[in-house]
């Protein structure tokens, strides 16, 4: 069992100022590992929620696949492709992933598993 936090922060590089989710899942009980964040960072082709008219938690690709990261099942779809990927809950430090290379594989977990017609083949 998990329970996961959201956060969204700032930061300035270059001149410019990005946005940056970020999602971080701390394995139950408390203390037995260390916590998994999953960032997304906004940049080209990418959408982080900054305001209208997007809403609070969407991330995606501006062509492409998305997700909300409020939403339960997505944060599972995370959870799943990470692990699929190698990511095991060990040890005390919290783990960093990029979320862009989670993605595409989750959202595609997530749309099998919510289309009434069932999976795609």
């Given at each position: 069992?998990?329970?996961?936090?959201?956060?969204?922060?700032?930061?300035?590089?270059?001149?410019?100022?990005?946005?940056?989710?970020?999602?971080?899942?701390?394995?139950?009980?408390?203390?037995?590992?260390g916590?998994?964040?999953?960032?997304?960072?906004?940049?080209?082709?990418?959408?982080?929620?900054?305001?209208?008219?997007?809403?609070?938690?969407?991330?995606?690709?501006?062509?492409?696949?998305?997700?909300?990261?409020?939403?339960?099942?997505?944060?599972?779809?995370?959870l799943?492709?990470?692990?699929?990927?190698?990511?095991?809950?060990?040890?005390?430090?919290?783990?960093?992933?990029?979320?862009?290379?989670?993605?595409?594989?989750?959202?595609?977990?997530?749309?099998?598993?919510?289309?009434?017609?069932?999976?795609?083949?």
């Open positions: 069992m998990y329970l996961w936090t959201l956060r969204h922060s700032h930061s300035v590089a270059n001149g410019g100022q990005s946005c940056c989710e970020t999602l971080t899942l701390y394995p139950q009980p408390a203390g037995a590992v916590p998994l964040r999953i960032a997304f960072t906004e940049g080209p082709g990418r959408y982080v929620p900054g305001g209208a008219p997007l809403g609070s938690g969407d991330v995606g690709y501006s062509r492409g696949a998305s997700l909300n990261l409020h939403e339960p099942g997505a944060v599972r779809a995370l799943d492709a990470a692990s699929t990927r190698g990511w095991q809950p060990e040890g005390s430090r919290a783990v960093e992933i990029d979320g862009w290379s989670l993605l595409e594989a989750a959202a595609a977990a997530r749309a099998g598993a919510t289309d009434p017609a069932g999976p795609k083949e």
